[in-house]
């Protein structure tokens, strides 16, 4: 097994008296393709939340390639190369698509970055996500489609080891699924690993090499996909009894 | 090598300065244009937090008056020259805008404008109560009698004031375009997607206030040598500080003229009304502007070409 580029252990937190994830243990292998499933409410995107800094665990620890990240605030987990998409695109609306890619750019990865080229970079990065042609249009101007893809081009900007894609495909059509998917396929393919939380099943099977479900704020299930859920655990949590 | 536009127009609009202190001869002028100077440096300032990072200050007129203040301060105790005075007023405001970005900047919108004219409020009582610069009777300054080779003081403050805004001017553009430029954007569209980016929100927060406030201290420091006489009323005025809104909000904040044109344009305005009608009714016409421009053009005067200019090219 290659070596783990997220370990999470024991990982707990609690909003006031509820307790929205409860001893979480999460490992993720170099260049592993995770799936995150579970019901609305299940703590999926408050993991993502601690893992990428957003809210930080009040139990557990956090190790990203090897380093303790569990109380670094969020902009240093980004240098380290750990990106995230949010569910609900955070578009910088005042900006066009390109100086949206160059904040990543000159941030997140300023240290990997060819500091005269950050435009070719840019470039780049539009041209694999496919939003060359909009380079120069306000991110405001976008098209629902296009603005996740702005979410997913400007976390694969900050040239990440690990990328968590929180519902990109949450409302999008059979073909636009496909267009989101080829992407993740692709940069997974440069040796990325990927966490994709998504509602989407059809596109979770054909993504993930391993599934995790959260129920509750616990996890009931992690392995093979189609063990998963074939899980009689999983498929009462869905469907109920 | 290449002097862009820019560096061309700095120089030109100083040699005009320059010219000008030797051809006019009615000193009215310099006054008026140094009361537009102080409100542009002012209107700089304010958009740098305001505009570009997107934290809105009701406090300006605190920082205004503490650069007042210590150069009073360290003219009657030190008795030293005006730029050394400027240099300690910039020391000590950016000092108060770090204080204050540390205390406040965890605070958002509404929340973060109510506390620094809190703070205002503070530091207002505090200089009232503070009898070594005159407390709440004001001190006088008088006028010194060196003017450099300049035939009077005011023509010497105007030069002063002139190359203070041209220095603020090129401090706001560079900032406007460069890679902290972006973070500061990035901070004002989404700070959660800015920190996600990468962005160290916090650290460039308090670089933002620190530099705000060390402009408007800038901007506040020869103001006692130009009125001679100053207390807690006229320096902490709510007046500086709604242009200090104002003049931005009209001219536009996320570029780095805008503030320029909207501080030309408002000042100018304020300075022919109050001779030509009445010193009332430039607080109305500010009032008026404001209105107007939030509701019909939010974006401001560079919004507006902008857009025009966009349109054009369709």
New interface residues.
Partial sequence: MSSAVLQVTGLTKRFGGFVALQGIDLHLSSGERLGLIGPNGSGKTTLINCV???LYNDEGTIVFENEDITRT????R??LGL??S?QIP??????TVL?NL???L?????SRSEHRHIVDEAMAVLEMIGLKHRANVNSAALTQVEMRKLELA?AL??KPRLLVSDEAMAGLSGSEVDEILEILLALNARGVAVIMIEHVMRAVMKFSERIVVLVAGRKIADGDPQAVVANEEVIKAYLGE | MKISAFWICIAVIFLGGLAFTEVATNEYYFTALYVILQATIMAIAWNILGGFTGYVNFGSAAFFAVGAYTAIALDKALGLPLPLLIVAAAVVCGLIGLGVGYLTLRLKGVYFAIATLAMAIVLETLVTNWTYVGGARGAYILTPENHLWFDSYIQMLFMLMLVLTLGSVAISRKLNSS?LG??L??I???E??????????LRLKLISTTVMGAMMGVAGAPYPFFVTFVDPVSAFNLFVAVNAIAMPMIGGT?HWIGPVIGALLVGSMQEIITVNVSSELNVLIVGVMLVLFISLAPQGIVGLVQKHVLRRRR
Wanted: charged share 25%.
């Fill in positions: 990428s800094g957003a605030p969020p902009h240093q980004a240098r990106a995230r949010f955070k578009p910088f609306h005042s900006m100086e160059r904040v990543p000159e941030y997140a990865a300023w400007r900007a900050a | 890679r972006r973070g954007a990035a004002r569209d989404d959660v997607a800015a920190e996600c980016a990468g962005v160290p929100t996320a």
